[in-house]
């Protein structure tokens, strides 16, 4: 993905078979001056709107472990979003019960959970796209989609917001994730609730130059996934995203490679106290 460290591969190769994959976001598509206005979720046992300051952590929850799933959802505080991830693509060919479980125990304690789905920069048809958010819907009842390897250039616009229009058809009220993993074209600000703008190294992440038309939008809007953190730089780590207003925060001390989400990171306890603390002055 544009903007992971070279030779690391994207959020949804990593997962293999059924190893499983960040709303602070409003509900329904965004404005061009900022987040969609707040709403409730309108799908059965959706989750709760997310709490009113504009910094969360999520989890990209990979893992078939329930304790896994149990440790994320039992956080103190919880994480605002748990990204579900079938089969390292879209939702799979049938339910699993093992995941709607989980997913309804998530969604129980307040968690947004959205159905990933692979883009491939565009060139998936966007009839798979579509079958894995109506599928999720069906099978799961999950709150959104999160969109991976999504493109970045003004000229893939069109595919995106074709699928946003389905999504939102199909699952009223939904959260929209772009991971996009750098930041794109402006104008995706308008099909997606919230824009990954970082996926890699925290060495790589001290160096990310933030365009100034982020400064438009709140928080909210941004979120950012930072691997190979070591626990010394966990909290140079979370100050440097509240400095950048990114409103979604997963930080691991996990490697790239072979796989930053096979497991919560060492810290996670302190993790969630930092992000939460750092919400002085939020203004979402």
């Known amino acids: 993905m544009v903007g992971v460290d070279a030779g690391v591969p994207k959020l949804h190769v990593l997962a293999k078979g059924l190893v499983i994959l960040a709303a602070g976001a409003a509900i329904g598509v965004p404005t061009a001056a900022g987040a969609a206005p707040a709403a409730a979720h309108s799908t059965p046992g959706a989750a709760a709107p997310a709490p009113a300051n504009c910094r969360h952590t999520f989890v990209p929850a990979y893992p078939w472990s329930s304790a896994f799933w149990t440790s994320a ?101 939904s959260v929209i994730w772009l991971n996009v993993g750098a930041y794109p074209a402006q104008g995706y600000m308008s099909v997606g609730n919230v824009i990954v ?16 038309w982020t400064s438009h939008y709140r928080a909210r809007r941004f979120a950012d996934v930072i691997y190979a953190t070591p626990a010394s730089d966990l909290a140079g780590a979370v100050s440097l995203t509240k400095r950048r207003r990114i409103g979604d925060v997963f930080v691991t001390n996990l490697a790239g490679s072979p796989d930053p989400y096979s497991a919560l990171p060492s810290y996670w306890a302190s993790e969630v106290k930092d992000v939460a603390s750092s919400v002085a002055g939020c203004t979402g």
């Open 73 to 173: 959802i039992n956080s103190k505080p919880a994480p605002a979003v748990m990204i579900l991830n079938i089969t390292g693509t879209g939702a799979g060919t049938a339910p699993v019960p093992h995941f709607q479980a989980l997913v309804k125990k998530a969604q129980k304690a307040g968690i947004t959970v959205l159905g990933y789905s692979s883009t491939e920069y565009g060139d998936r048809p966007a009839a798979q796209v579509e079958a894995d958010a109506k599928n999720y819907k069906a099978w799961y009842k999950i709150n959104g989609m999160f969109l991976d390897l999504t493109a970045n250039a003004s000229n893939e616009l069109g595919y995106y917001k074709a699928l946003a229009s389905y999504i939102h058809t199909v699952n009223p009220g």
């Open 197 to 212: 703008a970082f996926e890699g190294s925290f060495s790589s992440y001290q160096g990310q130059q933030v365009p100034s």
